[in-house]
């Protein structure tokens, strides 16, 4: 009996690129797993091998594009020469511009995330999470710089996230200009930082 050759992670990787441009062109909805296995050339037998299905294929996909963004934002915590305040500004501003030049022209991807934060919450909770945790690290270094003054720096991370929910979430991407969400989220971050600083 032949063994079973390993899945190459190559291959999975080909899976969610075709499967993100389908979803990106016809929607979550609309895409089925032997066009993906088409568009893969594979047969759709070959496919189910790497995926169980789709839910898998948009889950490995959805924590893809988190992961991603994740990178991009934790560039700011390394960032030499930067105030706690230039931290988070950029963070947001990071943020911002990766989900803007991920889904403002693809509507259609809306569909992935709402079919993902319906069955595969832990993956949206757990983003979250890893957001939190890197706000609540600038908050701390501005904490011992004496730039900010945050008593309980976990639900203070929190609160800065959801008031900056707008300009993070891939739902309000679309419909906006990139430079009317930036504009706005200085004016948002502006308040932000103000209540976060010492006396």
């Given at each position: 009996m032949k063994v079973e050759e390993e899945k190459s992670p190559d291959l999975r990787a080909q899976i969610q690129d075709a499967a993100m441009e389908r979803f990106g062109r016809f929607g979550f909805g609309k895409t089925t797993m032997a066009e993906i296995a088409r568009d893969c050339d594979m047969s759709a037998g070959n496919l189910y091998r790497y995926f169980e299905n789709k839910t898998e294929i948009g889950?490995?996909?959805?924590?893809?594009?988190?992961?991603?963004?994740?990178?991009?934002?934790?560039?700011?915590?390394?960032?030499?020469?930067?105030?706690?305040?230039?931290?988070?500004?950029?963070?947001?501003?990071?943020?911002?511009?990766?989900?803007?030049?991920?889904?403002?022209?693809?509507?259609?991807?809306?569909?992935?995330?709402?079919?993902?934060?319906?069955?595969?919450?832990?993956?949206?909770?757990?983003?979250?999470?890893?957001?939190?945790?890197?706000?609540?690290?600038?908050?701390?270094?501005?904490?011992?710089?004496?730039?900010?003054?945050?008593?309980?720096?976990?639900?203070?991370a929190e609160a800065f996230l959801l008031a900056n929910y707008k300009f993070i979430a891939p739902r309000n991407m679309a419909g906006y200009a990139l430079e009317t969400l930036e504009q706005e989220a200085y004016q948002v971050l502006a308040l932000l930082i103000k209540a976060l600083k010492k006396g």
């Open positions: 889950a490995a996909c959805a924590e893809r594009c988190m992961g991603e963004a994740e990178d991009e934002v934790r560039k700011v915590l390394k960032a030499p020469g930067m105030t706690a305040q230039q931290r988070l500004e950029a963070f947001i501003l990071n943020k911002l511009r990766y989900m803007h030049v991920h889904f403002a022209d693809h509507p259609t991807l809306l569909e992935l995330v709402l079919h993902i934060t319906e069955n595969r919450f832990d993956l949206v909770a757990g983003h979250w999470s890893k957001l939190q945790s890197m706000v609540a690290e600038i908050l701390a270094e501005g904490n011992r710089n004496n730039e900010f003054q945050v008593d309980d720096i976990l639900k203070t």
